[in-house]
Nanobody, 119 residues
Framework: QWQLQESGPGLVKPSQTFSLTCTVS??????????WTWIRQAPGKGLEWIGC???????YVAPSLKRRTSVSRDMSKNQATLHLDSVTPEDTAVYFC???????????WGEGTLVTVSS
């Protein structure tokens, strides 16, 4: 059974950088054919796809966020990571990690972690 668990800093100051981790259990992120995906939902807004990282380390990031977003992984810990630079209060959201099957969509999700950008 796949399980995804996000962790993050909770509170971040404007202009800073934060990192989130998605710890994956149930299979290896390097040997399974999935794209480990970051999605966020800001207060009162819909879901926004951020990006994902595939089993070969290939990355994909939404054009609107590409300038200040990177996705990486720690293979020894079976974790995917999200880095978001130069944050503003508009980046305040619940951030989710999800598994993208590339054929059936996002079938497994973490419970999400709230990141608040505020001084």
């Amino acid at each position: 059974q796949w399980q995804l668990q996000e962790s993050g800093p909770g509170l971040v100051k404007p202009s800073q950088t934060f990192s989130l981790t998605c710890t994956v259990s149930g299979g290896s992120i390097t040997t399974t054919p999935y794209c480990w995906t970051w999605i966020r939902q800001a207060p009162g807004k819909g879901l926004e796809w951020i990006g994902c990282i595939g089993p070969a380390g290939d990355t994909y990031v939404a054009p609107s966020l590409k300038r200040r977003t990177s996705v990486s992984r720690d293979m020894s810990k079976n974790q995917a990571t999200l880095h978001l630079d130069s944050v503003t209060p508009e980046d305040t959201a619940v951030y989710f990690c999800a598994r993208d099957t590339r054929s059936s969509g996002l079938d497994y999700w973490g419970e999400g972690t709230l990141v608040t950008v505020s001084s």
